[in-house]
């Protein structure tokens, strides 16, 4: 059972720990190191570009060493970038809050073979934080800390063992001023890319929202139609997501890009989460599908797979990392687009209407919710992750957010005025059970 806080959330969401940036996530991440700290003897740290990243950062350092541990700095830095690194030491942690807004930040843990903590461990993490932090080490088995150098210039190779180079491909690459600003650039030149960038300064003052959603990115779907590039690529604010767009300026929905990626790789086992479209299990693919959050899929891909990843853009290629790398990913497109357009390859993969959504879940009663949703009378329902209603040619899926007090709403069908019914039934079924819980 995972340990509740106060706001009646777990410590740990679908992916790490996230919270405003102040001084309550200050004390929670020097508890945290401190427990990571008592834990793992030698530990490595990075940080996305934000503002606070480097006040929350200094903070959890200072945690694991007073645990008595060892704790190297590695800067600013991608975060598959840092879960490579994490393979020459114990564990490794993040300090980033991915695609969330800048005046949030929080922290990702990850083990030496590029996977995230799992659910035991965090649980670990979360008893120890929450339950009376561990006590200090003596001030004689104290450890200095140390900075790591080297780690980006050593993603770059990695990479660059799998990636063809191109010839003067055009590229068009938004940042976002995040964490990708400090590696993705010079990763694309190097393979051989003509590179326009957008957005490519470290800053942590986020020019667009974080996520790289369609809505988020108009800059870069202009730029990529005007300049008559070959594809245009968007990293999210520590880059373990990457999206796209293709040589026609469209962008490339998530669904469609899970299954450009496994077929291009010639996957035939891939896992994926509930929530992505049931193209993917119609193109023949053995299919195996998680609770939402890369870190299900990550721990899934351990027992086996060739290809795994979520709509939100999170891509995991088990022979690159089990680390969600957006850096690897654009890498990877890039060579794809270097052999065919990839408005072509797009075109190619059948497509459902998908509708998402979410609705602020406070007052909710979920057992009254699925009640109001069993209503519906589904052919049958998956509780993987929050409820899916399963249809003849459509499905519904109701959860509850993994990183804040929302409701998540999903609805595919075959077509658009079916998907549209699902998810108003389902955003209809939600609002009176809130309606209700006010009532009483």
Not at 199 to 209: A, E, L
Not at 251 to 270: H, S, T
């Amino acid at each position: 059972m995972r340990v509740k806080i106060k706001d009646n959330m777990s410590l740990f969401g679908t992916s790490g720990i996230r919270r405003i940036a102040d001084a309550g996530l200050l004390e929670l991440a020097l508890k945290v190191g401190l427990a990571v700290g008592k834990i793992y003897d030698n530990v490595v740290t990075g940080c996305d570009t934000r503002t606070s990243s480097d006040a929350i950062k200094h903070a959890f350092i200072s945690g694991v060493l007073t645990a008595g541990a060892r704790c190297s700095d590695a800067g600013i830095m991608p975060t598959p970038t840092l879960a490579l690194a994490a393979k020459e030491f114990k564990a490794g942690a993040m300090i980033t809050a991915s695609h969330n807004p800048p005046e949030y930040n929080g922290i990702k843990l990850w083990n030496p073979d590029g996977s995230a903590f799992d659910i035991n461990q965090q649980d670990q993490i979360e008893e120890m934080v929450l339950n009376g932090s561990p006590e200090a080490a003596k001030w004689c088995d104290m450890k200095q800390s140390a900075v790591l150098t080297g780690a980006i210039e050593q993603h770059i190779r990695h990479i660059m063992k799998n990636a063809a180079k191109v010839s003067k491909l055009k590229v068009v690459l938004d940042c976002g001023c995040g964490a990708a600003s400090v590696i993705t650039p010079d990763l694309l030149k190097r393979m051989g890319c003509e590179v326009i960038p957008l957005n490519c300064s470290p800053s942590g003052f986020f020019p667009r929202p974080s996520e790289p959603t369609e809505a988020n990115l108009g800059s870069l779907i202009q730029a990529t139609k005007e300049s008559s590039a070959a594809l245009g690529i968007a990293h999210d604010g520590d880059a373990d997501r990457m999206m796209a767009v293709d040589d026609k300026g469209r962008f490339i929905p998530g669904d469609k890009l899970l299954a450009l990626f496994a077929r291009q790789e010639n996957a035939r086992d891939v896992v994926t989460t509930t929530d992505a479209s049931m193209v993917i299990d119609e193109m023949g693919f053995s299919v195996t599908r998680t609770k939402v959050g890369d870190s299900y899929v990550s721990d899934e891909l351990k027992k086996g797979g060739d290809f795994g990843g979520e709509p939100s853009g999170a891509w995991i290629f088990p022979k690159n990392s089990l680390c969600p790398d957006g850096i690897y990913a654009a890498a990877r497109l890039v060579n794809i687009a270097g052999k065919d357009k990839l408005s072509e390859l797009v075109d190619k993969i059948p497509e459902y209407p998908i509708l998402r959504g979410s609705i602020a879940s406070a007052g909710l009663d979920l057992t009254e919710l699925e009640k109001r949703l069993l209503d519906m009378k589904p052919l049958s329902v998956n509780s993987i992750d929050g409820t899916k209603l399963n249809f003849k040619d459509g499905w519904l899926l109701i959860r509850p957010s993994g990183t804040e007090p929302r409701i998540r709403v999903t609805a595919e069908a075959r077509t658009e005025a079916e998907a549209q019914q699902l998810y108003d039934k389902g955003v209809r079924a939600i609002e009176e059970c809130i309606k209700g819980s006010k009532k009483k």
